[in-house]
């Protein structure tokens, strides 16, 4: 279910509605899932929604991408597997590790913890040190996921990680790519698992593939193609239902509306579950690096702001810290509020939950003017009763679900995914690049050699701040 406080009229709902068939919203998800090249700087297809296509017929590039699951399900389900390993460690970044940490962290309470799941990320050392603490490497299964397997921090990972697995003569790696060569150079004599990402699945949209083979482990593979089934559920949803009804495009335009019309430059996530305390995070990603662009997909300069910053966090934990700025900040960000309910858990917690919900949405919107506190508080003086003047008149989505599962939790993460795509089609970006990151890249690795001494600085800052943190 959904609702939402927005400021929309009638007339503005129409416009709105208008555009959409303007710009064919309809069309751009037929491309979509006819896998023609939406991804235009590439000049590829983005086949992610075919990973949990249930589909009889399909292309031979979108079939082989489905089928590129099968290897990871399989080595999940193999009891050798399960006996072998008591602890795997995951190790990616990005998109290789967003979608899959927030997954786990998901449902990780629900099965027994016969599999130890942990995350490594970051090049700082420190990660690493904390994913290992108290495994035994003779017990311990290492994932590593990189598309090109020439992810910097993933690789210095690794290398720590074979190092601390020392030699064995049976595999205690296993690796998700898209460059198969580069990984077998890499693994040289040591034994390796290999699987498959596929190209036309950006790392982002890959939650549904290998990527998610330490999830597949750790949660089995009978609750992982659950999340597919749901996932699919809102594929055929986005593509059936008319622009009204259709909940993607809906939320797009809702994007639309609020950053590039009302010059909205934030829009905060409130996630009342505490199944989906990471989906903030994962969201800045899938939306900020999809859509944070200023330049259309033909090269043009775009002449409306695009993604708001996207941030947020756990109701009602929120509610003790960055909601005082929301309801009396001097600034205003439009709130989506997230309920996902576990139904038949502990009704009096879940009845409180609803409550805390409904009751910042409830303010945000109304408010709660000088008159009200007056009345309700007589004995205030001037000065306090202005303080607790609230003001109200904020905007807000408020999805729900009273009985949330791997199969809604599935539909969910794909209604954002078609919502980010849709979005980038109404600001006329490429969803499906991110040329910012791999900038950013290219610089890190030029002031490696900087810090070694081998080449200068050009940037005089850069140069100084070098000067006090190159190893003496």
């Not at 077998?184 to 982002?204: K, N």
Request: hydrophobic content about 40%; charged content about 20%; glycine content about 8%.
């Amino acid at each position: 279910m959904s609702t939402a406080r927005q400021f929309l009229d009638d007339k503005a709902e129409d416009i709105l509605i208008d555009h959409a068939k303007d710009v064919d919203l309809a069309q751009a998800i037929s491309k979509l899932f006819r896998g023609e090249k939406v991804n235009t700087s590439e000049d590829r297809a983005a086949l992610h929604w075919a990973l949990r296509s249930e589909a009889h017929t399909l292309s031979p590039e979108a079939k082989s991408v489905r089928d590129s699951i099968e290897p990871a399900l399989a080595f999940a389900e193999d009891p050798d597997t399960l006996r072998q390993f008591k602890t795997v460690i995951h190790i990616g970044i990005g998109g290789s590790d967003f979608g899959p940490r927030l997954l786990y962290d998901a449902f990780s309470g629900d099965v027994e913890n016969q599999i130890d799941l942990r995350f490594c990320a970051n090049v700082d050392p420190h990660d690493f040190e904390r994913a290992i603490q108290g495994a035994d490497p003779d017990q311990t299964l290492v994932i590593g996921v990189s598309k090109s397997f020439g992810t910097e921090e993933t690789l210095y990972n690794l290398g720590r990680a074979k190092a601390w697995l020392g030699g064995t003569q049976k595999s205690q790696i296993a690796l998700v790519t898209a460059n198969a060569k580069r990984a077998r150079a890499w693994a040289g004599s040591a034994p390796v698992d290999i699987f498959e990402m596929p190209e036309s699945v950006g790392g982002r949209f890959s939650l549904w593939s290998a990527a998610s083979l330490g999830v597949m482990i750790a949660l089995g593979p009978g609750r992982f193609r659950q999340i597919l089934h749901g996932a699919y559920a809102m594929d055929q949803h986005v593509q059936t239902a008319e622009i009204g009804d259709n909940l993607p495009m809906l939320l797009a335009l809702l994007d639309f509306w609020n950053a590039a019309v009302r010059k909205e430059t934030m829009r905060v996530t409130l996630a009342y579950s505490n199944r989906l305390r990471l989906l903030p995070t994962y969201l800045q990603q899938l939306e900020m690096e999809s859509n944070g662009k200023t330049v259309s997909a033909s090269g043009d300069r775009l002449a409306h702001p695009t993604v708001p910053v996207i941030w947020g966090g756990e109701g009602s934990i929120g509610q003790h810290s960055y909601h005082q700025w929301l309801h009396q900040g001097a600034q205003s960000a439009p709130a989506e509020f997230i309920l996902a309910l576990d139904k038949g858990v502990h009704p009096e917690g879940q009845r409180a939950l609803i409550a805390h919900a409904l009751a910042q949405a409830e303010v945000l919107a109304n408010g709660r003017s000088l008159e009200q506190v007056k009345n309700e508080e007589p004995n205030l003086s001037e000065a306090l009763a202005a303080q607790k003047v609230h003001r109200g008149g904020q905007p807000s989505t408020f999805l729900s679900c009273t009985d949330f599962n791997a199969e809604t939790f599935g539909s969910l993460i794909a209604l954002y995914e078609h919502r980010t795509y849709l979005a980038g089609v109404l600001w006329g970006v490429n969803p499906f690049d991110q040329w910012g990151v791999e900038r950013g890249k290219t610089m890190a690795q030029r002031l490696k050699s900087v810090l070694t001494g081998d080449t200068q600085a050009e940037d005089p800052v850069t140069a100084g701040l070098v000067e006090q943190l190159r190893d003496r």
